[in-house]
Nanobody
Framework: QVQLVESGGDLVQPGGSLTLSCAAS????????MKWYRQAPGKERELVAR????????IYGDSLKGRFTISRDNGKNTVYLQMNSLKPEDTADYYC???????????WGQGTQVTVSS
């Protein structure tokens, strides 16, 4: 049974930091690209970051590189999203996804909520 379980979402003040985790099980984690997406209220889901199966390369959504860092630990079957200098516009539900290729998503998590507000 495939599972992607996100955690770490919280209410944080502007300028603060947060680290999200996504624990995977039920598939060969180290063979999959891992992605973080987010969806703000009333907006479409957007790609936040993507990391290759062995962690050698990563890409980020527009304007996020430099504030967000994606990483993975294949020994722990976990992908992380470190978020710094958070802004109110970063408020969204954050989802992790796994894909055999960089362009598809085979599995999705249920999401974790991040709220940036004073």
């Amino acid at each position: 049974q495939v599972q992607l379980v996100e955690s770490g979402g919280d209410l944080v003040q502007p300028g603060g930091s947060l680290t999200l985790s996504c624990a995977a099980s039920g598939f060969t984690f180290s063979s999959f690209f891992m992605k973080w997406y987010r969806q703000a209220p009333g907006k479409e889901r957007e790609l936040v970051a993507r990391i290759s199966s062995l962690g050698g390369s990563a890409i980020y959504g527009d304007s996020l590189k430099g504030r967000f860092t994606i990483s993975r630990d294949n020994g722990k079957n976990t992908v992380y999203l470190q978020m710094n200098s958070l802004k109110p516009e970063d408020t969204a539900d954050y989802y992790c996804a796994a894909g055999r290729n960089s362009w598809n998503n085979d599995y999705w998590g249920q999401g974790t909520q991040v709220t940036v507000s004073s």
